[in-house]
């Protein structure tokens, strides 16, 4: 058990173990406004949109695992993939109800409306982000295990 406590603690703390801390900020930098770009021009053109989203959240993610090389930590991206879907699924039905309840209440909606937006798009964009390079990432530093015996 400690041993994946462990592992969760240098999972969450990869992004400033790196010595490339200000290319890394940079790069997330530039996944972030393309989610924001993919985001202003949904309402123009969904493809281009949700590639851009898509792309966004890829390179976020790429820029945050660049340096793992234990197959544990890809297990631990795995396995928060599959739980964190469902679970974001349900806050945001859970927060999509509690906004059509307080709908006469002005502030109350619009908090409970940007509540089930951000889960939403956690749940639809990031956690099979997560998986598909969990698994990709996965199976590669276990080729590279093989490849070294």
Same mark, same amino acid.
């Given at each position: 058990?400690?041993?994946?406590? %462990?592992? @969760? ?6 992004? &400033? ?6 290319? &890394? ?16 021009? /949904?309402? @123009? ?7 851009? *989203? %898509?792309?966004?959240?890829? @390179?976020?993610? *790429?820029? %945050? ?10 297990? @631990?991206?795995?396995?928060? /993939? ?5 679970? #974001?699924?349900?806050?945001? &039905?859970a927060? %999509?109800?509690?906004?059509?309840? /307080?709908? &006469?209440?002005?502030?109350?909606? /619009?908090? #409970?409306? *940007?509540?089930?937006?951000? #889960? #939403? *798009? ?19 530093t276990?080729?590279l ?5």
């Amino acid at each position: 058990m400690r041993g994946i406590v %462990y592992e @969760i603690r240098k999972v969450l703390l990869s992004v &400033n173990e790196s010595s490339r801390q200000k290319s &890394n900020l940079v790069i997330l930098a530039v996944a972030v406004s393309l989610v924001i770009v993919g985001f202003i021009l /949904s309402s @123009i053109c969904n493809l281009l949109a949700v590639t851009l *989203i %898509y792309s966004g959240v890829v @390179i976020g993610v *790429i820029t %945050y695992i660049h340096c793992w090389r234990d197959p544990l930590s890809f297990l @631990i991206l795995i396995g928060f /993939s599959i739980v964190g879907f469902p679970v #974001f699924v349900l806050l945001h &039905n859970a927060f %999509y109800a509690f906004g059509e309840i /307080s709908k &006469n209440i002005f502030l109350l909606k /619009s908090i #409970f409306e *940007i509540l089930h937006a951000v #889960f #939403f *798009i956690i749940a639809v964009a990031i956690c099979p982000t997560g998986l598909s390079i969990g698994i990709i990432g996965l199976f590669l530093t276990l080729l590279l295990r093989w490849k070294k015996r």
